[in-house]
């Protein structure tokens, strides 16, 4: 009859319990059910294992597929992670960056960090970059003085403080 899978499965029943409870990520999980189903007869075709995992049939054949060729070691092998698109900002820039930041003159704006960018590095990169870089990956601040009012007497601040310490 068309639509059952047709597969040879090496594991007994045991191993593949012993699988699925020593299962570390759900990935592996499903995979390892959809073999013990088919092992046990639970299930026939393809279309009900991706009912009953609430995937696509073509995700499952795939998987079946890794089975057939190279085995459970073959289906619950994990992807590579190929690190995606590389930074923009060298690592030893970024090491110097740091440097800067911890610096008691810092800067003053993300614009400021831009323009050193170029000048020192010959680095053009976006202002948002440059923001999520010092914000969220260095976890820094910039060093930005609190304003002073323009009639503020400079007398009355150092009195101020002289009589505030005792």
């Known amino acids: 009859m ?7 499965i090496n594991e007994s029943e045991e191993t593949l319990k012993q699988l699925l ?7 592996e999980k499903e995979r390892i059910q959809t073999i013990y189903w088919l092992k046990i007869k639970t299930v026939e075709t393809v279309k009900q ?11 499952v054949q795939k998987w079946l597929h890794k089975y057939r060729t190279g085995g459970m070691n073959l289906l619950l092998e994990r992807k590579k992670n190929l690190g995606g698109r590389p930074t923009s900002i060298p690592t030893d820039v970024i090491e ?6 911890q610096k008691s ?17 010959d680095i053009d990169v976006a202002y948002r970059t440059v923001h999520q870089l010092v914000r969220y990956k260095l ?3 910039l060093k ?7 009639k503020q007497n400079k007398e009355s601040k150092e009195t ?3 009589n505030s310490h005792t």
Do not use: D
């Open 160 to 162: 101020f403080k002289k």
């Open 139 to 141: 976890k820094s601040k």
């Open 21 to 27: 409870k020593n299962a570390s990520t759900p990935q």
């Open 96 to 101: 110097k960056l740091k440097e800067e930041l």
């Open 49 to 59: 294992i991706a009912i009953m995992l609430g995937r696509n049939r073509v995700t």
């Open 2 to 8: 068309s639509g059952r899978v047709k597969i040879e």
């Open 144 to 150: 930005v003085t609190r304003p002073l009012h323009i």
């Open 105 to 121: 003159e810092g800067f003053q704006s993300y614009g400021e960090i831009q323009v050193w960018l170029k000048t020192c590095f």
